[in-house]
Each structure stands twice: as C-alpha cells, then as structure tokens.
C-alpha cells in the first residue's frame, strides 16, 4: 500500500485519464478511489482535502495535489519523462499544451448540451485535421527521430499517443493524411507498458456513453459549458 | 523584420500580442519581476496575424508568441515555466515545483474567467462578472488566505519569492479593479500583496511608463471583436 498514488474521480476518462496514461506509461501502479455519488464529492471538500473544491485530486508522496498540470509535471519529473533541460522541457510544454486544448474540445463534445453535439463535433475535427494533427506531423518531419523532443522517450509522446486514439475514436479517416503522426502511434503502442495499458482489464477508461455521462451530471451537479 | 533579428540578437526576449493584457500580461510580470527587459511587437490588424501564421512562427496559430533564447515559443505555459526555470522563480525542487503548479493553475483558471468577462458578449457580461466575483470571494481568495496562514510565511512556497508570488499579485489588482471590497476579509492576502508590491523590480514595473498594459478599453475590444472576428 505505502507509495502507490491514490487517484479520486469518477469512474470515467474526464481529467483524470492523462494521468492515469502517464503512470502507466511509467510503470507506476496507483490506486482509484470513484466518486459514486454527489455526497463522495461533498465530503473530499468538506474534509478540505480539495484545493479549488475539484476533481482530479491525486495523493502522491505525502502530498494532497489537484490540477491536472501541477500533477502531470510532478508524475514526469519524478519518472524522468520530462526532457534533459529548460529547453527541452519548454518544447514538451508548448506541445503538450496544444494536446491538452484539443482533448478539451473534444471533452466539451461530451459534456455539452445536446443541441450543440453537432457543432462542437464538427468544431473538434476541423480543428484536428486543419491545426494540430498537421503541427506534430511537422514536428516529427522536421527532425526525423522517434520520439516528439530529445530522441527519447517523455510526457508528451505518450499525451500525443492518447489523443490520437481519441481522434480515431471521433474519426478514423482523419489520421490518414499523417504518415509520421501514424507510425508514431504504432511505436509508443508496442513500448510494454503502454502496451499492457491498451490491453483489457487495465485501468484505462472506456469512451463515454450516455450512462456515464448522466451520472457524471449528478456528481458534479453539471453546468455545460 | 529586422528590427527583431537585432533584439532577439541582444538577447531580449521578444513579445508578439496585440498592446492589451488578455493572454500576455502574466508573462510581461514575470519577465519584469525578473528584472529582464523586453521588447514587444504589437499585432494590430488582422494582416499582421495571418503574416505570423504564413510564416510559419506559430505552432498553433495563435499568440502569445514570445522569441527567447533561440527559441520560437507559444503557450502560455510553456513561456512562463521557462521563464520562471531561467530565471530561478520555480521553487528548489519537484515538490515547491508542484505546489506552485497547483497554486498557479487556480489563478490561471480565475484570470480566465476574467478574460471571458472582457471578451463576452456585452448582453453576457453581468452573469459572467456575478460568476467572476462569486468564484474569487468562495473559492480563489480563501484558499490563498490558507495557504498563507498554515506556514504564516511571508511567500506561498518555499519561503522565498517563486513565479507563483507574481501571478498571485497580478490576480490580486484585478480582483481589486473588479471590486475594492472583494479583497476586505483576507489580510494575509493584503499584506503580500503590499510585500510584493514593495520589490524592486515590481515596484518599477507598477510605476506609470512600464510596459504594464492598463484594464481593457470596452471599445477598443468591440473593435477589435470586428476585425479579427471573435
């Protein structure tokens, strides 16, 4: 028990899923702690363990941490995927900024109203295939190595890696015009621990369907956005 | 482009925005909190964007882009981490470095709910700045009051000034701005904010004539919302 990072959301990818990508790809065994109901969610706050009152929260090395970035930067640091330098780590940063807009966009898909699926689907592709499958297609063009910066393995390949099987998921034809972008995703899927993370029974989540967004609704007492 | 070459040569960093805070500004503090001087270069019609992207200097097409140390940089994440490691603002270690990360992203997350309430639409704008002032007098404030009062310390992290100091500063004058009363019941909050104020370089940076960009002009935003459609 002692050392393993303990993860509170609710049992869906949401905010929570780069993370549990990241320890994985990692190495990292953690523990998962689901909010069920709306009172789970009112309790961690009550208890002050929340810092903003949200969700993700993650207890790792005696620390209560919330924000997905303030966790993710901790996670790579600690496992030494987050570059060899200022440099290196500013170019993982900028990219994987870019990743983390375009996962929003298609989180706001989910968790809008109903009447705006459309166009926010639409929103979502036109942006992938016009804006950000072409920058890291160019990225990898432009150095011809096998991984996004410092010709090793860090953070962002494995954040690129996951969005791209979201934007297969979306819609497999966008990924067609990308030869790097593709080859890329062959290559982090077959590293073994990433690979142990796509088989069943891992902990990755599945795509949402309506049940999971529902209840979702209820715990966060949702506000589409 | 010349006139850049030649700044970025001398080793300042150089900034592409339009003369407005919105995405930029946090980054203008820091660079000044850190005694660095800067040059700025001001988008001001939508040819000057579309000349950016043409060239290819925007990874996602969008600014902030700032040109520091060789590098051609966007995000503003990425700008400010790197800042704040160059100029030894990111705390001693990977724990400072995740409390100022999560300290950080809650600011980030109000100063955007600010931002939508200066680029909304105007019939939007009283619901959003009711959000705005609900959100930092309930969640943001109280909980830098408590991070302040656990270590009674005069800086949020590490005993020392770090990034997270500046932007809390930052945060604090606009909350100010939007309604004087807001900041009443937090006097640890007070008191840094008077601290922070007082150093040097953030004293001179306050004074008028820096580069410190004022609060939004409402009509100069509806213009702006006309020409680069937004």
């Keep these: 028990m ?10 869906a990818r949401g905010k929570m899923e780069c993370i549990r990508w990241l320890l994985a790809a990692a190495g990292v065994e953690f523990e998962e702690k689901f909010m069920e109901t709306s009172e789970d969610l009112e309790k961690l706050i009550k208890d002050g363990r929340l810092m903003f009152q949200q969700l993700p929260m993650v207890e790792i090395d005696g620390m209560t941490l919330v924000q997905s970035r303030a966790i993710l ?32 966009m298609m989180l706001r898909v989910v968790t809008c109203f109903p009447d705006q699926r459309e166009a926010k689907i639409s929103l979502a592709k036109d942006k992938a295939k016009s804006r950000y499958l072409p920058a890291y ?30 934007v297969e998921e979306l819609d497999s034809s966008l990924l ?42 209820k715990i966060f007492k949702f506000q589409p956005s």
């Design 73 to 104: 930067n901790y996670i790579a640091t600690k496992y030494d995927l987050y570059g060899k330098d200022a440099k290196e780590r500013a170019l993982i940063d900028m990219y994987t900024e870019g990743i983390i807009d375009l996962t929003d």
């Design 176 to 217: 067609a015009p990308f030869p790097l972008l593709k080859a890329l995703k062959s290559r982090i899927s077959s590293l073994p621990n990433v690979k142990k993370f796509l088989q069943p029974g891992s902990q990755r989540k599945p795509p949402y369907d309506e049940k999971i967004i529902e209840k979702a609704k």
């Design 2 to 11: 002692a050392g393993k990072p303990v993860l509170y959301y609710y049992n």
């Design 137 to 166: 297609e160019q990225v990898l063009k432009s150095h011809r190595q096998d991984y996004l910066v410092g010709n090793r393995l860090t953070r962002v390949d494995i954040h690129l890696l996951e969005v791209l099987l979201y």
